[in-house]
């Protein structure tokens, strides 16, 4: 057997890999260290200037000085807080009563999940007509309960939960299709012997379904949780972070710090706290997940 025969047999199961692990380096390792050491530099694209090294004068400034990172901090865990809550309440609920047999079910679980696949930034655009003041369906429909018409979008003090709508709207579907996945995989035995016990629905699902479902539910938290709070397309396309800096998310202010701005430096400084920000988040979902799993 040749030299180099032998090396690929007893390294074979490093070459497998070598492949995705190349991949993984340039695609994310590399945009993410790059994007940390431009953090150090005070780097502005509107001018011919040179990049200047500045350490960690961009993080201070994020931190101490920018009244505007803060604000747009406050809004970000806001719109993905409220958000998520409605999203498993309701992506809970609809998970169990699709979970039960019914005429007409497949097309009605076809025509919830339509909103998912949609395009962002054209769900975007329709809401904004329905937001509309004036002519607006959502005002229409107020009226039409007797109940008063809102400004919505256009002002400050419902500019987010109106996008909290928008995202519920768009995002429980895949809540719902998560859990209900996770209820087809629950032991049938349990609810048999509740059922002889005489439990009704509700015990069997505060008592059962919830508990065993709780896992599935941390796993489609993680992943909204972090989707919510990289937020952009909505919220550009609806407001583009008004009206004022209503609506302002990091999201937002990273893009307008970057290229309307033009400071490359800052702006790197920013995303590397806010990835911190999402990776610790994850991390901790994570955590409270294995110990749940752990008191079961």
Known sequence: MRPIERFIEKNIKYIFVLPAVLFVGIMIVFPIGYTLYLSFFEWSMS????????????????????????????RTFYFTIA?????????????????????????????????????????????????????????????FLGL???????????????????????WTPMISLILLAGLATLPQENYEAAEI???????????????????????????RAIDALKTFDIIYAMTQGGPGFATETLNIYGFQLGFQYFQLGMTSAMLMLFFLLVLGISLLIIQWRRRLEVLN
């Open 47 to 74: 001018g011919v200037q040179k990049p200047v090294w500045v350490f960690m004068d961009n993080y201070k400034h994020l931190l101490f000085d920018d009244e505007r990172f803060w604000a747009a901090f406050g």
């Open 83 to 143: 958000a998520m809550m409605f999203e498993l309440v309701l992506g809970i609920a609809i998970a169990v009563l699709f979970n039960r047999k019914f005429r007409g079910k497949n097309l009605v679980k076809t025509l919830f999940l339509l909103p998912m696949v949609s395009t962002p930034v054209a769900i975007g655009l329709v809401w904004l007509l329905i937001f509309e003041p004036t002519i607006g369906f959502g005002n229409q429909f107020l009226k």
């Open 148 to 170: 008063e018409p809102l400004l919505w979008i256009a002002s400050p003090d419902q500019a987010i939960p109106s996008l909290v709508l928008v995202d519920v709207w768009q």
């Open 197 to 223: 016990d005489g439990a009704n629905v509700w015990q069997m699902f505060w008592r059962i379904t919830l508990p065993l479902l709780m896992p599935t539910i941390f796993a489609a938290g993680l992943l």
